[in-house]
């Protein structure tokens, strides 16, 4: 599997919103769980969020709970992360990862990684 971000990051106000999107070149999308990790600077990266192969279930971290959203499109083998009420500790770089049998609320079980996206909140 291959990961494009169609749209990045960007600098973004606190309190502001943005969507993240990350396509895969595969045909076997949907065989993976998917889910978008984090990493802010001086710091180690961390779970964001996933979303189970139907786009059933999600899981989220209780630092992103109720303000993004993880969804997937498989007839467009992609995945998005709208991130809403966005805060200065958001600034991170973002990763989309893929995982067969990814653990949620974990870095365990990523087979693939995406090539990250820089988000910047200005407070």
């Known amino acids: 599997l291959r990961f494009s971000c169609r749209r990045g990051g960007g600098l973004v106000q606190d309190g502001g919103s943005l969507r993240l999107s990350c396509a895969s070149s595969g045909r076997t999308f949907t065989q993976y769980i998917m889910a978008w990790i984090r990493q802010a600077p001086g710091k180690e990266r961390e779970f964001v969020a996933a979303i189970s192969w139907s786009g059933g279930g999600t899981s989220y971290a209780d630092a992103v709970k109720g303000r993004f959203i993880i969804s997937r499109d498989n007839a467009k083998n992609t995945v998005y992360l709208q991130m809403n009420s966005l805060k200065p500790e958001g600034t991170a770089v973002y990763y989309c990862?893929?995982?067969?049998?990814?653990?949620?609320?974990?870095?365990?079980?990523?087979?693939?990684w995406g090539k990250g996206t820089l988000v910047t909140v200005s407070s």
């Open positions: 990862a893929a995982g067969r049998a990814l653990v949620f609320h974990s870095l365990d079980g990523i087979d693939y």
